[in-house]
Nanobody, 124 residues
C-alpha cells in the first residue's frame, strides 16, 4: 500500500523561507512522477510543482517560479519543496501527490496517491 506523509508546515513571516517534505512508503518513489499541490480555504487545489521520476524534468506553477524549488531523493524515498520569499498568498495546505503514469501533469485529477497535507501559514 502506497502512503505519502508530508511534514514541515508551520507559521512563517512574509519574506521568509520554509521547506516541506514528503516521505513515500509502500513502493520506491522512483516509480512515480510526483508533484506538490496546495489548497487555500474555500479554494480549489492548485498545482505548485512537479518532477519526473528521475528528477531531470521539472515544472513550476507561474505563481511560484523563481521562489520555490522541488527536489527528490529516490534513495531515501523523499520529495521536498523549498520555498523562499514567501508571501501571505502562499498560505495553504500543501499536498504531496504521486502518479504511476510517467508523464507530467498539472491536474490533481491525474494523481492517484495523496498525502494528508501540511499547513503552511505566511503572516504579513
Amino acid at each position: 500500500q502506497v502512503q505519502l506523509v508530508e511534514s514541515g508546515g508551520e507559521v512563517v513571516q512574509a519574506g521568509g523561507s520554509l521547506s516541506v517534505a514528503c516521505i513515500v512508503s509502500g513502493r520506491n518513489s522512483g516509480n512515480f512522477y510526483m508533484a506538490w499541490f496546495r489548497q487555500a480555504p474555500g479554494k480549489e487545489r492548485n498545482f505548485v510543482a512537479a518532477i519526473s521520476d528521475s528528477g531531470r524534468t521539472i515544472r513550476y506553477g507561474d505563481s511560484v517560479k523563481g521562489r520555490f524549488t522541488i527536489a527528490r531523493d529516490n534513495t531515501k524515498n523523499t520529495l521536498s519543496l523549498q520555498m523562499t520569499s514567501l508571501k501571505p498568498e502562499d498560505t495553504a495546505v500543501y499536498y504531496c501527490a504521486a502518479r504511476t503514469i510517467l508523464r507530467m501533469s498539472e491536474s490533481p485529477n491525474d494523481y492517484r496517491y495523496w498525502g494528508q497535507g501540511t499547513q503552511v501559514t505566511v503572516s504579513s
